[in-house]
């Protein structure tokens, strides 16, 4: 599955922070409740890699994905745990050779036009915006969408329930990125109710692009 298929599959990309592999399928069963199936864990914690497996061995319609890779050592761990897609905060030319070497699709990073055209000239089209609210947002976003309208973006931090909508509603957006949709105190008291409540209002949401 290509990136630009697995980012028309789910309107947000929770991003998914586990301090224990125990909590990593229920969350994801609670999302995928929702009508959310494209999961970004990220490499922030030692659960990480183990997590990804348990999902992909116990919640087959998950699309499980690796975020904060950030060197090619990392998007190897993340094919090798079986990983579905990665996600880069950034990108160096050396992880962006890597990514197109890999078994697994790449949504690299970018922050600036000039990053955009390293991404376009090492072959990607679709690309995470980040940190997008520190980045300019909205505006920012507009403001790429002239000189790259090939490019779509899937901007991520600094994003909420409410300004989601407006994300979604620009032509070059994707979908969105964001942590919301997983609060640690749910998680730490295992709601996972709560979590599938919040999972099905995201998935309600719609980009501008959808049929």
Request: net charge neutral; glycine share 10%.
């Amino acid at each position: 599955m290509d990136i630009s298929t697995l980012l028309a599959a789910s309107p947000v990309m929770p991003v998914i922070v586990l301090d224990k592999v125990a909590d990593a399928v229920p969350l994801a069963r609670a999302l995928v409740d929702g009508g959310i199936r494209v999961l970004e864990v990220t490499l922030r914690t030692a659960a990480a890699l183990e997590s990804v497996r348990a999902i992909r061995a116990e919640v087959p319609e998950a699309l499980v994905g690796v975020g904060t890779v950030v060197t090619p050592a990392d998007l190897a761990a993340a094919a090798e745990a079986g990983a579905t897609f990665a996600v880069s905060p950034g990108a160096s030319p050396e992880l962006l050779r890597a990514g197109r070497e890999s078994a697994i699709p790449l949504l690299p990073g970018v922050m600036t036009p000039s990053d955009v055209i390293n991404a376009l000239a090492a072959g990607y089209t679709a690309m995470k915006l980040f940190p997008a609210a520190q980045a300019g947002g909205i505006g920012m976003l507009k403001a790429l969408g002239g000189p790259f309208p090939q490019v779509r973006f899937c901007p991520t931090g600094g994003i909420d329930v409410a300004s989601a909508p407006n994300f979604l509603a620009l032509p070059n957006v994707a979908c969105v990125g964001g942590s919301w949709l997983t609060p640690a105190d749910r998680v730490r008291a295992g709601d996972w109710a709560a979590i599938t409540e919040l999972a099905r209002a995201a998935a309600a949401l719609r980009p501008a692009g959808a049929a």
